[in-house]
């Protein structure tokens, strides 16, 4: 497994070498700076993955491991969406489109937004995308979208960092997820609230990485009493 995971990780790093140059050339294509931060965070969580496998007596065995396995995996899905749809809003220019309002949006709850518009993903070649191209419709739909995922993730984790809080052995990996959660969306609402600086916005990248770190360490890391090792990493 070793070998595959090492083969993955090989690939992920040349095409995010390739998605650095497609994001120059192409102009700040919004697909192509979203699929970069994704592929960033996809070799730091191979590399968490690798990192834990290859350390011995790091298991975490529960007799629960594999249906709190199966959480973990939505989790993860859900995580992966939201970080998108975040780098989807940033390569867009659309942190900023419901001015600094919050939970309200241009002073509406429910303000006019192009979703149609807003997720167009490819608009050809040579279209200069600095600044972003979207007009404030299509960029409100973003941040809509961006804050509607946030809280079905919110709610999901909180759910899953209270069932893990209950199992011994897995409190103090409950808490931490439940303080990065807290943390994300504390970090998401000062965003829009001062207007995006940067060392909140540093922060919230961050935030999303270590919660990645969590989630997949756990992954990585737990089995059943009599689950063979090799087997679990698969």
């Known amino acids: 497994s070793f070998i595959r995971y090492t083969a993955i990780l090989l690939a992920v790093i040349i095409m995010q070498a390739m998605l650095g140059m497609w994001t120059v050339t192409w102009l700040l294509k919004p697909i192509v700076v979203m699929a970069h931060l994704l592929g960033g965070l996809t070799t730091f969580s191979l590399l968490t993955w690798l990192s834990w496998k290859a350390?011995?007596?790091?298991?975490?065995?529960?007799?629960?491991?594999?249906?709190?396995?199966?959480?973990?995996?939505?989790?993860?899905?859900?995580?992966?969406?939201?970080?998108?749809?975040?780098?989807?809003?940033?390569?867009?220019?659309?942190?900023?489109?419901?001015?600094?309002?919050?939970?309200?949006?241009?002073?509406?709850?429910?303000?006019?937004?192009?979703?149609?518009?807003?997720?167009?993903?490819?608009?050809g070649i040579g279209v200069d995308y600095e600044g972003g191209v979207l007009d404030g419709p299509a960029r409100v739909a973003i941040q809509l979208a961006h804050r509607g995922?946030?809280?079905?993730?919110?709610?999901?984790?909180?759910?899953?960092?209270?069932?893990?809080?209950?199992?011994?052995?897995?409190?103090?990996?409950?808490?931490?997820?439940?303080v990065l959660i807290s943390s994300q969306v504390a970090l998401g609402i000062s965003n829009v609230l001062y207007s995006l600086p940067l060392s909140v916005a540093v922060a919230h990248n961050a935030g999303a990485a270590l919660l990645?770190?969590?989630?997949?360490?756990?992954?990585?890391?737990?089995?059943?009493?009599?689950?063979?090792?090799e087997t679990a990493s698969t």
């Open 55 to 123: 350390t011995p007596n790091t298991d975490l065995i529960q007799a629960s491991a594999r249906s709190l396995k199966i959480f973990l995996w939505i989790g993860l899905a859900l995580l992966i969406v939201q970080i998108a749809l975040g780098g989807w809003t940033s390569a867009n220019y659309a942190a900023l489109s419901c001015g600094s309002e919050f939970p309200k949006c241009v002073g509406s709850w429910m303000p006019a937004h192009d979703f149609k518009e807003a997720f167009i993903v490819w608009r």
């Open 149 to 178: 995922m946030a809280v079905l993730v919110v709610m999901y984790f909180v759910f899953l960092g209270v069932r893990m809080f209950r199992i011994p052995g897995l409190k103090y990996w409950a808490a931490l997820l439940l």
């Open 212 to 229: 990645l770190f969590v989630v997949v360490g756990l992954l990585a890391r737990l089995r059943e009493p009599n689950e063979n090792p």
